[in-house]
């Protein structure tokens, strides 16, 4: 699940390619519980940004998930409501570093979480209003981990939050438990949802060289649209992967989950 505790910007582990010295990254900003939302990102925190920035960093992520709701004294002073207080910290961000993409991942980042619900969600409402349309709101799904994620389950949350969410789906993931490896195919997100977000992203198992047959399971997924087929691209990831370690490609990895080559 999504657990942060550091509120430094540190690398976004969930996209990151370097293509010919040219660095497209994902740069992410996580909050302590003891924020003071009225003054936005601290004068250290925006001076890392900048510096970020001035390196090549273009797209940054504002992270709220999984934290108290709780408000210092001078913070209920100067907002309404907590989501007032994340949209004025994410519109700053925005406003004063000028990002090509930056994400927003709310505390209320699924179904389960909002409260009471998503249609009647104060909190979600309140960013559907007060965030900048740019900014791009993280979504997991009806649970932080759910078995499907359908068109029908995306509708309300659009609604409320007044744009396409951009999924981050835990499917993969395994930071909540790392005796665990998940090696099973991307499924359960049928192809409709694409229509329904501005993206998805994934959050991997934390051994990144285990995670051949999601990634690849799921760049099928998005390469073939509707003629996906999570058991064709199953066997064809794990061909695909055992050619790699026969080669020497990942071998120990390979060797650490009982994968014989």
Not at 117 to 142: E, H
Not at 172 to 201: E, F, K, M, S, T
Request: overall charge positive.
């Amino acid at each position: 699940t999504h657990r942060h505790t550091d509120t430094q910007t540190h690398r976004h582990r969930h996209r990151h390619t370097d293509r010919h010295r040219h660095r497209h990254t994902h740069r992410r900003i996580h909050t302590h519980t003891h924020i003071k939302h009225a003054k936005p990102c601290f004068p250290r925190s925006q001076d890392k940004l900048n510096q970020v920035y001035e390196l090549g960093c273009t797209s940054f992520a504002v992270l709220f998930d999984d934290i108290d709701k709780g408000m210092c004294p001078e913070d209920q002073e100067a907002f309404a409501s907590f989501s007032h207080a994340h949209c004025h910290v994410a519109n700053h961000v925005l406003r004063n570093l000028g990002p090509r993409r930056l994400l927003f991942c709310p505390t209320e980042y699924c179904t389960s979480r909002a409260e009471p619900t998503i249609r009647d969600s104060v909190y979600l409402n309140t960013l559907g209003s007060s965030l900048d349309p740019s900014i791009q709101v993280l979504w997991t799904g009806d649970a932080v981990i759910p078995e499907y994620i359908t068109p029908e389950s995306l509708q309300a949350v659009n609604a409320a939050i007044g744009r396409k969410c951009v999924i981050w789906d835990n499917i993969h993931a395994n930071d909540y438990d790392p005796r665990r490896v998940y090696l099973g195919p991307y499924a359960g997100r049928p192809a409709r949802i694409a229509d329904h977000v501005q993206g998805v992203l994934t959050n991997p198992n934390c051994q990144y060289s285990l995670n051949f047959v999601a990634l690849h399971s799921m760049a099928a997924w998005h390469r073939l649209g509707a003629a996906y087929d999570e058991r064709v691209a199953f066997r064809q990831a794990v061909t695909d992967w055992v050619s790699r370690i026969a080669q020497g490609g990942t071998g120990k990895q390979a060797a650490a989950v009982g994968v014989d080559a």
